[in-house]
């Protein structure tokens, strides 16, 4: 039996349907906190300080302050939405509820390329350092990366409460790195002689001041709007954490305390991170081409004597991120595939562990195959996985960005009075400014040639994604809590199942 209702067709399922889809809460406020810094907080340990070199330190600094708002208005809008509409759907749940299925399909297309994305540039740059710690040959990569895969796939197929525990003990280790850094660097810094230690050239292109004391905007305010696309790397994927309500004890209560309280520990660690890791010896400069800028900046401080050590503590920050978004990306394409939008085998979950197996290694399975055709069938692999890719997650973020503000702003308008435990301080208005922010970061985006090779991934995702809903997705629709809100108009009370 099946129902057509706009453009879709809905197909009848028994409650065994929803019992092979269950999830286990689990999750309370330090748990979601865990979950969002730790996806982000790899980003802290290298990706942004390529922003130096495009930029000098006074436009990153900018440029962190713009993204900062960005996600501000982003994460606030979240901490609104996902107590009212508490779905593992999250973002697709959300534009689904707005903007009808092609919205909400869109928008969790653009979520699905983040997350399947940025843990394979995560897992590459692990594998670089221990590459690095281990003294392997560059061929012997693709070994770490199956295996962290495995390792850390499993380790959130074993069980929910297993994997936050794990999340929040790597996170807090993650952190305290950070923390040593500060400490060790406060006394050793120099801010005028090592982070205004960029000009420009002839050419155009940043040079070193062998004595510091340059400008602090040496490529003008059009410079710090160019860094935004890599001041991203400090907050991005905090917006994963409604994924997990479907696994939160109390979602109505403790997500928008989780999102906040994470946002705001992220922004402390972006603006200590970028003063600090610039302000040490080799200075803003040499980390404008650093592949580990705060591994250098350990180095500056205790020299190169105990390096493989401190390669150690980096690879934290890596793992963090690496565990939580492998959890993100399970529960992403669980929920797109318990709706229907994909193919619905994907959403089965472990018999008695309850976890989104499924999901997560077709997941890995995807990303792996992608990092290993490039890998074998690219001249210059390195880059394209450690840069292109990265930067295809960018963009599908950004995107997914603007269809969230954008169905926070309906959401008020279409459905004023749906229970809202949590209400937005910055309302409208906030959402208004993510939206043109993101837009201004996709501007810079596309003009950067490294960037446009990551858009034109995204648009090969984007045509296989859209072309199986349109063709078989679409027709194959399931009546899950998130669309059962959506067909209600907003007047059909959440409920678990």
């Not at 003009?447 to 994604?465: K, N, Q």
Request: overall charge neutral; proline content about 5%.
């Amino acid at each position: 039996m099946s129902e057509q209702k706009g453009g879709v067709t809905y197909q009848s399922v028994d409650s065994s349907y929803f019992e092979k889809r269950g999830l286990r809460r689990y999750a309370g406020v330090a748990s979601l906190w865990a979950l969002g810094v730790g996806a982000v907080i790899s980003g802290h340990f290298s990706g942004w300080n390529f922003g130096l070199g495009a930029a000098g330190w006074g436009g990153m600094l900018i440029a962190t302050i713009l993204i900062a708002i960005m996600y501000l208005g982003l994460t606030f809008s979240i901490a609104e939405m996902s107590p009212a509409l508490p779905h593992t759907g999250a973002a697709y749940s959300f534009s689904r509820a707005t903007m009808g299925p092609w919205g909400g399909f869109i928008t969790g297309l653009c979520e699905n390329v983040e997350y399947v994305i940025t843990p394979a540039v995560v897992v590459f740059f692990i594998s670089s350092y221990l590459g690095s710690i281990f003294g392997t040959p560059e061929a012997f990569q693709p070994v770490y990366w199956i295996a962290c895969y495995i390792f850390f796939v499993g380790l959130n197929v074993i069980g929910v409460e297993l994997s936050f525990k794990v999340t929040l003990a790597v996170t807090v280790a993650a952190l305290a790195c950070l923390v040593a850094f500060w400490i060790s660097a406060i006394p050793n810094m120099d801010f005028s002689r090592w982070a205004l230690n960029i000009g420009v050239g002839l050419d155009g292109k940043p040079v070193e001041l062998p004595e510091g004391g340059g400008s602090w905007l040496p490529f003008g305010f059009m410079g710090a709007l160019a860094a935004m696309p890599f001041a991203v790397w400090l907050f991005l994927a905090i917006e994963q954490l409604p994924l997990a309500a479907e696994e939160s004890v109390d979602p109505k209560r403790d997500m928008p305390k989780g999102i906040i309280l994470g946002m705001c520990t992220l922004i402390v660690s972006a603006f200590m991170i970028l003063l600090l890791n610039s302000s040490v010896a080799n200075g803003a400069f040499a980390l404008s081409t650093s592949g580990e800028p705060l591994l250098d900046g350990f180095k500056a401080i205790y020299g190169d004597g105990i390096a493989k050590l401190l390669a150690l503590v980096a690879v934290i920050g890596l793992i963090a991120s690496f565990h939580t978004i492998i959890y993100a990306q399970g529960r992403q394409i669980y929920s797109l595939s318990r709706a229907g939008y994909f193919p619905r085998p994907l959403s089965i979950t472990h018999g008695t562990r309850k976890t989104p197996y499924a999901a997560m290694i077709a997941g890995a399975t995807v990303a792996l195959l992608v990092m290993l055709s490039i890998w074998y069938g690219a001249d210059n692999s390195a880059t394209l996985i450690g840069g292109t890719l990265l930067n295809m997650a960018v963009f599908g973020a950004m995107i997914s960005y603007i269809m969230q503000a954008s169905s926070f702003i309906l959401l008020r308008r279409k459905f004023p009075d749906i229970v809202r435990p949590y209400k937005s301080p910055f309302g409208i208005p906030g959402a208004a400014l993510t939206i043109g922010l993101a837009l201004v970061t996709i501007w810079f985006q596309l003009a950067d040639p490294v960037y446009r090779a990551g858009v034109i991934g995204v648009a090969i995702w984007f045509a296989v994604g859209i072309a199986y809903f349109a063709v078989i997705g679409r027709h194959k629709l399931v009546l899950s809590p998130e669309e059962e809100f959506a067909m209600s108009g907003g007047t059909t009370e959440y409920k678990s199942l």
